[in-house]
């Protein structure tokens, strides 16, 4: 026998779109000291829809939200850098270029607020037996512009090279994310972290009979966190990241490359919420400055 009086509600959640970024950077060089500025421009909507539905044996509710959410706002990044040599240079010539050396850097962005345009259109479907259909609009909002504010954030960096042959890098990052606003839709979010090391290695680059000794074997770590949070309890993220570099040579020796990574991770939290994932990306680095030669013609 079945209560009257108890409803089973079902959540219905569906969402589509997102947020992009497309950038321009410039870089400037002046002996070991380097500068670099990257403008980019962030649109995108996201369409999000919750629909609940409690049922009865006589009367059906359908509770429908519909929110809709676009963005538009141009940032800036910032990054310096300082690159000094730590051994002193080889009387004699060598066929490649050769040192060791030190990098040091930091990259990251001051607070930043784009404008948002959002709509709402929450309504109720009442379905009396299952024969009549009535519609009651709850809310319904348009075209309201509003301010999104993004976290100010900053990375440190330390890098030794020893050129041609190895590099190992280790990196601090911060996020302000507990300033972060956003007044079509109000998200507390927590300060963030991550560190990552890395290290890149080539055999022998100046090998002629064995490819693989001159291929690109690199490797790195990462732990940090996650802006989100579940009863004050942060996300967290770690992960281990392979990749090779497959060079190619173009015409004019120059060298361009094929790089393969594998990322396997973590994320979320132990007994709450907690996923395990692989990534494999792969990619291209096309190195090619003939258009800058100039042709001579007899």
């Known amino acids: ?18 947020t992009y970024r497309f950038r321009w950077g410039n870089a400037f060089r002046h002996k070991g000291f380097s500068v670099g500025v990257n403008m980019n421009y962030n649109f995108g909507k996201i369409t999000a829809n919750r629909k609940v539905t ?17 963005v538009g706002g141009i940032g800036f990044d910032l990054g310096l850098q300082y690159r000094f040599r730590i051994d002193k240079p080889s009387e004699e010539e060598s066929k490649a270029a050769s040192g060791q050396f030190i990098t040091l850097g930091v990259f990251g962005n001051n607070k930043n607020e784009v404008t948002t345009n959002s709509s709402r259109f929450y309504h109720r ?5 299952y024969t009549s259909d009535i519609r009651d609009t709850l809310v319904f909002e348009r075209d309201i512009e509003e301010i999104l504010t993004l976290p100010a954030e900053i990375s440190f960096g330390l890098t030794y090279e020893q050129v041609n042959k190895l ?5 601090y990052s911060i996020g302000s994310w507990s300033q972060y606003g956003n007044e079509a839709k109000e998200e507390n979010l927590m300060d963030t972290y991550q560190f990552t090391i890395g290290a890149e290695f080539i055999p022998n680059i100046l090998s002629y009979n064995n490819y693989f000794e001159r291929v690109y074997y690199r490797a790195g770590f990462y732990y940090g966190t996650d802006p989100r949070h579940v009863d004050g309890l942060q996300l ?19 060298v361009s490359f094929f790089d393969v990574s594998f990322e396997i991770g973590q994320f979320g939290l132990t007994d709450v919420l907690n996923e395990t994932y692989g990534k494999l990306t792969l990619g291209f680095t096309l ?12």
Do not use: C, H
């Open 1 to 18: 026998m079945t209560n009257p009086d108890f409803n089973v509600a079902t959540n219905t959640l569906k969402g589509k779109g997102g």
């Open 54 to 70: 409690f049922d009865s044996l006589q009367v059906s509710y359908d509770t429908e939200f519909l929110d809709e959410f676009s």
């Open 125 to 129: 479907d009442n379905l009396v037996n």
């Open 167 to 171: 590099k190992l890098g280790v990196e």
């Open 236 to 254: 967290k993220k770690l992960g281990l990241t392979f990749g090779v570099g497959f060079p190619i040579v173009m015409p004019r020796q120059q």
């Open 287 to 298: 190195n090619d400055n003939t258009w800058f030669l100039k042709r001579k013609f007899n």
